[in-house]
């Protein structure tokens, strides 16, 4: 049962073997770099508990002979189980949870630190009864370390026990049910050594991309507040390592064991051999309570610059925490300086095979204005990859930079040829490789965040670079129509992902997706006037990186000028054809089915395909109104030559609101924001959704399988961009409050241009006070429902709203 002890507690009392897996999900703990599941420490893999350890960007490709045919797939790959703690009461067989009676039990994730800490009491079956606390984190302080802490009591007895610490590098990756007909063993063993009394440590490999990963433990027994030195018993093979050790133990009398670990890997700078790197790190570890409070005073920097406050709504504001806990797990000050980009499910599991898809441009509104370098570092990762998406453009027969629809080590193709449909257990052709709008989306994140930081530097030396060669791609996919005058766009897929190709085709793509031609539009404008942006020597050498033609630029603002975008009954036609498609009975497939957000499996296993209807998976023409301003989106389609009412957005909107089963928890924060503009309360609706939608595991069991990165940072987004309304243009602040009824406001930090900012909107006023103590903080013009003022250093403004 979930409890909500306060906002900053996520917790469960009693033990249920049917929620465990999305538990160890939501009770994961991480520090951006490292990730470990909340399983509990004495169990094994098996139907219930799934032990999960992943490092940022740690792959592995492996095949599998399906039916004659080899399918490749790159995994993020679950690395040796450091968790290991199992205890033995005299001598009987080690604690499991199933072969004892439970007499209490609570299962909780402090989200102010990510402490994981479950209390156990249980009578096993000669009668004792036994009292057992365990708490742990991965250390927000120190990259490489996790510690982990029991505290047993025996409550009714005295004698002999055992507890067993190990390392075991015997894991598979096997926690998302239907993979697990592809291969799944990812690691070789390596070596195991005791390289001091108190230290175990394992080597492994990974077998394909060769990684080497390695972790030290460290095992302290203390009591009365005193370390206790106690028989140890060693037993190693190749790919397991354990020390067994021997406890007397006193009724009522509580005894402490520590383990310390420490996860090297050799893509980590200034490692050498990682196994003596991992032994001499975690030989100077601190004690649990001074690494812990260490570990407490980075998350309480974190929270200064990124908890958002509710007033009204007491499950809005624990789950928001939720969420804010578990995106800087995934993407904290850490995460910068790695080699990495987004994990759609973060680093708490293997759904997606921990692949990087478009969903950063849901997280990147957050970072960017909490934690730019990390933005920045996640950008780094699409950047280091560009000569794979040179090289991917040139083997479609096309320019530029055409980034993968699915990316993992490399920057390749790591789209699946097939997937596998669990309700009719039919592996089907996989075309969303198609989705070529994810170039569209790294494109607007550069431009999204040297907009919101005004870090020139890196729009000079990096962004520029990437954003034209990706305006060279959409180019070059582009042809022109001279019976229409207009540039058109064939055989990609929109966000929507249920249509594939045209009914009957017998090639994948459709013909002009309307988000991605508008989005190119304002690609090209932009890309036309990049370089004037730039420095002279700056523009010339990334004009000679890029090796720019003339008549590029001269395209471009073509383009701008002459896509092609269908329209049907004034409405924005998700693409060329969509009108003559079939509606969809609803209302029968609802009665007939109950759930149908995922009805391209449905229709499949009928033998159908949602080619045929007018439906969608997700927000697909909507999207437009959810990354650009309507003034921003008209001057687009108007530079065009169409039209675009006063009402455009919200007939949009309301059509394919009713043709949408989002299938993607993603389009409930597509039209929640959206609608926020003129149904404030349709969006709260959907908004409550997208917040619950994880901790409810409302996709019937993917949450166990992974966080979903794009719908958390999206809620939290939601209540910046849409409910406050906030948006940056012409180097001003700009908030523009669409407060729904069913909340009193909202209060959250950020940072803009360097300067620590707290926004408060309520019903009556919005307040910006400016944090003071940065170096280089400045004044910050902000506007405020057409009141425009400059926020001084260490000052605060109040707005009133008529």
Not at 343 to 365: K, Q, S, T
Not at 371 to 386: E, F, H, I, Q, W
Not at 632 to 649: I, K, N, S
Not at 679 to 692: N, T, Y
Request: glycine fraction near 8%; include cysteine.
């Amino acid at each position: 049962m979930l409890d909500q002890a306060d906002a900053f507690t996520l917790s469960y009392s009693g033990f249920d073997p049917g929620d465990e897996g999305l538990r160890e999900t939501l009770t994961s703990t991480g520090n951006g770099y490292l990730g470990s599941r909340g399983a509990a420490e004495w169990e094994d893999a098996d139907g219930i508990h799934y032990p999960g350890t992943y490092v940022h960007g740690l792959y592995n490709r492996a095949t599998t002979m399906l039916g004659g045919v080899p399918v490749h797939n790159e995994d993020l790959v679950n690395l040796p189980n450091w968790l290991p703690l199992k205890l033995r009461i005299g001598g009987a067989e080690v604690l499991r949870l199933a072969e004892v009676e439970i007499l209490d039990y609570h299962h909780e994730l402090d989200l102010r630190s990510a402490l994981l800490t479950r209390r156990l009491r249980f009578r096993d079956q000669q009668g004792r009864e036994t009292e057992l606390v365990s708490r742990r984190f991965v250390s927000m302080a120190s990259l490489h370390h996790a510690y982990l802490e029991w505290t047993l009591t025996p409550l009714n007895w005295s004698g002999p026990a055992e507890v067993v610490t190990a390392l075991d590098g015997r894991v598979v990756n096997d926690g998302v049910p239907r993979y697990r007909q592809l291969e799944k063993d990812h690691l070789r063993p390596g070596s195991t050594v005791f390289p001091e009394p108190e230290v175990i440590a394992i080597k492994s490999w990974t077998r394909q991309s060769e990684v080497v990963v390695s972790l030290a433990a460290r095992t302290l027994v203390h009591s009365a507040g005193e370390e206790i030195d106690v028989p140890r018993a060693d037993f190693r093979t190749p790919d397991y390592i354990q020390q067994t050790l021997s406890l007397d133990l006193e009724r009522g009398v509580p005894v402490t064991i520590e383990k310390s670990v420490t996860l090297f890997t050799s893509r980590d700078p200034a490692t050498g051999d990682t196994i003596m790197r991992a032994h001499r790190s975690v030989a100077r570890s601190r004690p649990f309570e001074a690494a812990y409070a260490h570990h407490v005073e980075s998350w309480n920097r974190l929270w200064e610059a990124c908890d958002v406050r509710v007033f009204g709504d007491d499950e809005t504001q624990h789950l928001l925490r939720v969420h804010i806990c578990h995106i800087l797990q995934t993407c904290s000050h850490h995460t910068a300086d790695l080699d990495a980009g987004v994990p759609a499910r973060g680093i708490n599991g293997e759904a997606y095979r921990g692949h990087i898809f478009w969903d950063e441009l849901f997280v990147y509104p957050f970072l960017t204005f909490r934690t730019p370098d990390v933005t920045k570092g996640l950008l780094m990762y699409r950047y280091r990859r560009l000569s794979e998406a040179r090289a991917a453009a040139e083997a479609a027969g096309y320019e530029g930079f055409m980034f993968p629809w699915q990316s993992a080590s490399l920057g390749t193709e790591e789209t699946q040829d097939l997937h596998l449909n669990p309700l009719s257990g039919r592996w089907d052709e996989d075309l969303s490789h198609n989705q070529r709008h994810v170039s569209a989306a790294i494109f607007y994140n550069i431009w999204q965040y040297v907009t919101l930081t005004e870090d020139t530097m890196f729009l000079e030396y990096r962004g520029a670079e990437m954003m034209l060669g990706i305006a060279r791609f959409w180019a070059s996919i582009a042809h022109y129509s001279p019976e229409r005058d207009r540039y058109e766009i064939h055989g990609v897929m929109g966000p929507d992902e249920y249509h594939e190709k045209y009914p009957g085709a017998a090639e994948g793509g459709l013909r002009n997706n309307a988000y991605t031609n508008i989005f190119v539009a304002w690609i090209c404008d932009i890309a036309a006037s990049l370089l004037d942006f730039l420095p002279e020597p700056r523009a010339d050498a990334v004009r000679a990186r890029l090796e720019l033609r003339d008549g590029e630029v001269s395209r471009w603002k073509d383009m701008s000028r002459k896509m092609f975008v269908p329209f049907h009954d004034g409405i924005i036609s998700q693409f060329e054809g969509y009108e003559n498609l079939e509606e969809l009975d609803w209302d029968g497939y609802r009665a007939k089915y109950g759930n149908i957000q995922r009805l391209d499996r449905i229709l499949k296993a009928e033998g159908d395909t949602p080619d045929r209807y007018k439906l969608a998976k997700q927000a697909d023409a909507v999207m437009l109104f959810f990354l650009f301003s309507d003034a921003e989106l008209r001057r687009v389609v108007t530079r065009l030559g169409y039209d675009f009412p006063d009402d455009a957005a919200q007939r949009t909107i309301e059509y394919y609101d009713q043709r949408t089963s989002h299938g993607s928890t993603l389009s409930y924060i597509t039209h929640a924001g959206v609608l926020a503009r003129f149904d404030p309360d349709a969006s709260w609706e959907r908004f409550k959704i997208a917040l619950g939608s994880d901790v409810g595991d409302i996709q019937g069991g993917t949450t166990r399988e992974g966080i979903h990165m794009g719908v958390m940072s999206g809620t939290v987004d939601l209540v910046q961009r849409f409910y406050a309304g906030m948006r940056v243009t012409g180097g001003k602040l700009r908030l523009d409050p669409n407060l729904p009824s069913g909340i009193d406001g909202f209060a959250f930090n950020m940072t803009y241009l360097r300067s620590p900012l707290t926004v408060t909107v309520m019903r009556d006023r919005v307040t910006v006070q400016h944090r003071d103590g940065v170096i280089d903080a400045v004044p910050v013009c902000v506007r405020v429902a057409g009141e425009e003022r400059l926020v001084q250093v260490g000052g605060e403004e109040t707005f009133d709203l008529a």
